[in-house]
């Protein structure tokens, strides 16, 4: 029988566990459908580098939790009023676009006005208000997807929020567009009415479904393995970064790369007259675990005093500047 499971959590790595599972635990022919709702967090796409995507340090002092998911895409901002809907399936037993549609029109039956699919989005009135990704496993296929029916929209602009000093990745940049809540179309809507309407589209459209609901202590998978710092920004492409400050002896620019959590090297620039060796501090900065606000104070630090010494010009030790 089809499954429907409903999460009672919104700890975003027991969430993310307990969908894992799930797949893996989809039998053969079987279809699922996995409604759950995550406390304030960043979900980073599989192949993207956390500090190009988000800010940690606002996140930690917002509360809000950063994780990534499985499958690849952007970055996405969830909270209470962001409902999450995950698709699973075998490709013969039912397609991909089977569920979008089902997704979509149940969207757009709640909204009163057309949603468009555009990619891996549905729109309206040309705003983003559903985004979807998925992967494959052993057979087994999942899709999932976000709908913003009453999400903090500050708490979200400023979670997705990077340095402006961004250089270059491998990783994949999220594209950032205009989004828009369900609630702006029909004001009072809630999470709990747009779970309703995709469990009955999905009832409907598949038949009697076994319906499941996971309390706290229910849930299943290993959600130690997606709360590790490892998988969070471990699994992060290296990231070429750069990081400006001024002082009185000029403007210093620092570029490094990050490895992980961590700085694996660091030059550092500056448009100052006097010759300057600025090794000892690159040295020092190779292994830190990256922070960007105090990386920042020890940028700003480490200039003010060059300019407090002030730096002989033909220095007979050398070193870099542009």
Not at 16 to 31: H, I, K, N, V
Not at 136 to 153: I, K, Q
Not at 229 to 250: L, Q, R, V
């Amino acid at each position: 029988m089809n499954r429907l499971v409903i999460s009672g959590t919104g700890q975003v790595y027991k969430n993310l566990a307990l969908e894992e599972a799930l797949l893996r635990e989809l039998e053969e022919g079987q279809c699922g459908l996995y409604l759950w709702v995550n406390d304030p967090s960043v979900i980073l796409g599989n192949n993207q580098c956390a500090y190009l995507e988000c800010n940690p340090g606002i996140c930690r002092s917002r509360g809000i939790a950063v994780a990534r998911r499985r499958s690849g895409g952007g970055a996405v901002y969830h909270d209470r009023g962001n409902l999450n809907f995950t698709f699973f399936y075998w490709p013969g037993r039912a397609g991909e676009e089977e569920f979008r549609e089902l997704a979509r029109s149940a969207i757009e039956e709640l909204a009163g006005r057309p949603v468009i699919s555009s990619g891996n989005d549905f729109l309206i009135e040309g705003k983003k208000i559903s985004g979807m990704a998925g992967y494959e496993e052993d057979g087994r296929r999942l899709l999932h997807g976000t709908v913003l029916v009453d999400a903090d929209m500050e708490a979200m602009s400023q979670a997705l929020t990077v340095s402006a000093g961004k250089l270059r990745s491998n990783g994949v940049d999220s594209v950032r567009k205009r989004v828009v809540n369900l609630n702006e179309f029909v004001p009072g809507i809630s999470v709990n009415q747009v779970l309703e309407k995709l469990a009955e589209r999905f009832s409907g459209a598949l038949g009697p479904v076994e319906t499941i609901e996971f309390g706290e202590a229910d849930m299943t998978g290993d959600s130690s393995a997606y709360a590790a710092a490892d998988w969070i920004y471990g699994e992060s492409p290296d990231c070429e970064m750069e990081m400006e400050a001024a002082s009185g002896a000029g403007i210093y620019q620092l570029v490094f790369r990050v490895e992980g959590e961590r700085i694996s090297e660091a030059r550092l620039y500056s448009d100052a007259e006097a010759r300057e060796d600025h090794s000892n501090f690159e040295r020092e900065l190779a292994g830190a675990v990256y922070e960007e606000t105090q990386l920042k104070e020890r940028l700003e630090r480490y200039v003010n005093t060059l300019a407090a010494e002030g730096s002989e010009p033909g220095n007979p030790q050398g070193g870099r500047s542009a």
